[in-house]
């Protein structure tokens, strides 16, 4: 479902479909980057993140106010991500299909 916002927000089918692949072989700019490669760190090894993953968003472009929206929509998507593969939540066809 994520792969399908990218494509339909972005224009870009391709862009998508590195996002779900595999994020560091898609096209992005320095704050794109920084902005996933947060969210991979804190998605993975939450109590490792240090004051030096801060400052790379802040030398990035992002605010304090734009980190703490960055960490607060990670930790959504954490937490419905476990929801769903608790619940063995298949995506829904329609969305799933959306500009492919």
């Given at each position: 479902?994520?792969?399908?916002?990218?494509r339909?927000l972005?224009g870009d089918?391709?862009?998508?479909?590195?996002m779900v692949m595999?994020?560091?072989s898609a096209?992005l700019?320095?704050?794109q980057r920084?902005?996933?490669?947060?969210?991979s760190h804190?998605t993975?090894?939450?109590a490792?993140?240090?004051?030096d993953?801060?400052?790379a968003?802040?030398?990035?472009g992002?605010?304090?106010r734009?980190?703490?929206?960055l960490?607060?929509?990670?930790?959504?998507y954490?937490?419905?991500?476990?929801?769903?593969?608790?619940s063995?939540?298949q995506?829904n066809p329609?969305y799933?299909?959306?500009?492919r």
């Open positions: 479902a994520h792969g399908a916002a990218v339909v972005s089918p391709q862009l998508g479909e590195h595999n994020y560091r096209k700019d320095k704050r920084a902005m996933l490669d947060f969210a804190l993975r090894s939450p490792t993140v240090t004051e993953d801060i400052q968003l802040r030398d990035a992002l605010s304090d734009g980190i703490w929206d960490s607060n929509l990670i930790g959504f954490n937490m419905s991500n476990r929801v769903a593969i608790a063995d939540m995506p329609e799933h299909n959306q500009s």
